[in-house]
């Protein structure tokens, strides 16, 4: 996002407006992938512009869904949940992006995904998709992700903004960005129940524990239950243990110095820092909140936490290269000081700063990429798991069968009960134990 030459508006929902008209276009590293979109070769999981198609909802097609979904025990609703792309099709028309309240996005790995359209004004919008930001681009009509410093700008243009931001610049900035914290959202319990319980292979289970329980084989349907309420339950809890783990983890804020006009430094939170934004690295070294060009000044880094590596490395000020050089990240990480890194220590010459531009924030740093890629990480097309759904829907559908035919065999009445020439324990014919005629033991005659 080249927002270099930008001049600062009035209002930051103007700005939001025409940030999309800003958006750098593709470039040479762009590559394409194999569902047709582009990517960056340094950010395979960021799909700048995905294939996305706009919804908008129909009150007469919500009526009569809800209306046929509800007949047969809700088990419409319940394919809408599983499939929401589907549930959206079907209960919405399709429309141009620009007016559209759900966009169906589809995954780098295939699967589509319903993403709501947030509305900031008449002219703005956008979605959040995977934990990014992606903004409505009139001249491209799609939603193109926002990205920061790490794409269309050269090293030239790097250099040219170690003056820093203005206050009205960064208020403009923070609105478009939001703010530079990796946020992962915990569920409550009962959340995490309902989507167990409404998993595929649980709605199996309840639906085996009802066939049995009308078979009169309660023993067997309640082992069932038990076992099944045993396994929500150790899957409820490691869940949330581990949602609690990666947020605390993910979850760093401290206090920054920045540069503002070149003269002025300020003291403000890591989590109001944006793209542009120039830090003042202390010489005591601090945790990077941020990815971040090194301008001046060396730097000594610890990258143990992303990498691995042991040792520190050594950060040394990003070149002054011809006009046509692009900075990208990946390119120039000698340059680079990435977030969830420790700088350890810097140099610096005479009365200079050890200064460096804020690249990207949130979950486009290197830290929010590694966080994505546990939040969302690539499906294993296991032909197993796919057999297994196919064989419990062939299980759901005979059972079901199954049942029908023996409600209707029972309320049915046979034939031979209904035949007027079948002999009755009621028949005045039929002899019976209180005939004056059947030798009883109480009759007067028996010696």
């Keep these: 996002l080249n927002v270099r030459s930008v001049q600062p508006k009035p209002s930051p929902t103007r700005e939001f407006m025409d940030i999309g008209n800003q958006l750098p276009k593709k470039s040479s590293h762009l590559k394409t992938n194999r569902y047709g979109s582009t990517t960056d070769d340094d950010n395979d999981d960021i799909d700048p512009s995905p294939p996305q198609v706009g919804y908008q909802l129909s009150i007469v097609k919500c009526i009569i869904f809800v ?3 509800a007949l047969p025990l809700f088990i419409g609703l319940l394919m809408a949940y599983w499939w929401r ?16 309240s759900f966009v169906i996005v589809k995954d780098l790995d295939g699967k589509e995904r319903v993403e709501m359209v947030r509305i900031v004004d008449a002219n703005s919008r956008y979605i959040e998709h995977r934990c990014l930001r992606y903004i409505y681009d009139a001249s491209e009509e799609a939603f193109t992700v926002l990205r920061g410093y790490d794409s269309g700008m050269t090293c ?14 960064h208020a ?5 960005y939001g703010s530079n914290s990796i946020d992962v959202p915990v569920k409550p319990y009962y959340v995490l129940f309902v989507e167990e319980v409404l998993h595929p292979f649980y709605m199996f289970q309840l639906f085996s524990i009802a066939l049995w329980m009308y078979e ?5 349907a309640a082992s069932i239950f038990v076992l099944s309420t045993i396994s929500v339950i150790f899957s409820l809890v490691q869940t949330r243990k581990n949602m609690e783990q990666l947020r605390s983890m993910a979850r ?6 920045v540069l503002r006009e070149g003269l002025e430094i300020q003291n403000i939170p890591s989590d109001t820092l944006v793209p542009g934004d120039v830090l003042v690295i202390p010489c005591t070294g601090m945790a990077m909140p941020c990815d971040a060009a090194l301008l001046t000044g060396t730097a000594v880094v610890n990258e143990s936490s992303l990498t691995g590596e042991s040792s520190p490395l050594t950060k040394t000020p990003l070149p002054h290269l011809n006009q046509n050089t692009q900075y990208q990240p990946a390119r120039f990480k000698p340059h680079t000081l990435f977030g969830g890194t420790e700088v350890i220590q810097t140099r610096f010459y005479a009365n200079s700063r050890v200064l460096a531009v804020v690249v990207t924030t949130a979950f486009a740093t290197a830290r929010g990429r590694m966080v994505r890629s546990i939040m969302y990480p690539k499906p294993l097309d296991l032909k ?3 057999d297994s759904i ?14 029908c035919v023996c409600c209707v065999s029972n309320s049915s009445p046979s034939p031979s009960s209904l035949s007027p020439h079948t002999p009755s324990s009621l028949s005045p014919h039929t002899p019976s134990s209180l005939s004056p005629h059947t030798p009883s033991s109480l009759s007067p005659h028996t010696p």
């Design 156 to 169: 030239e243009d790097m250099h040219s903004l170690a003056v820093g931001l203005s206050n009205s610049e």
């Design 67 to 69: 209306f046929l979904a």
């Design 252 to 257: 760093h804020s401290s206090m920054v110095t």
């Design 216 to 220: 009169v084989y309660y023993y067997y």
């Design 172 to 176: 403009v900035k923070l609105h478009t």
């Design 384 to 386: 197993f798991y796919a």
């Design 390 to 403: 196919k064989f419990m829907c062939g299980l759901a559908c005979v059972g079901t069968l199954y049942v």
């Design 85 to 100: 792309a589907r549930w959206v099709k079907l209960t919405c028309f399709r429309c141009p992006l620009n007016v559209a």
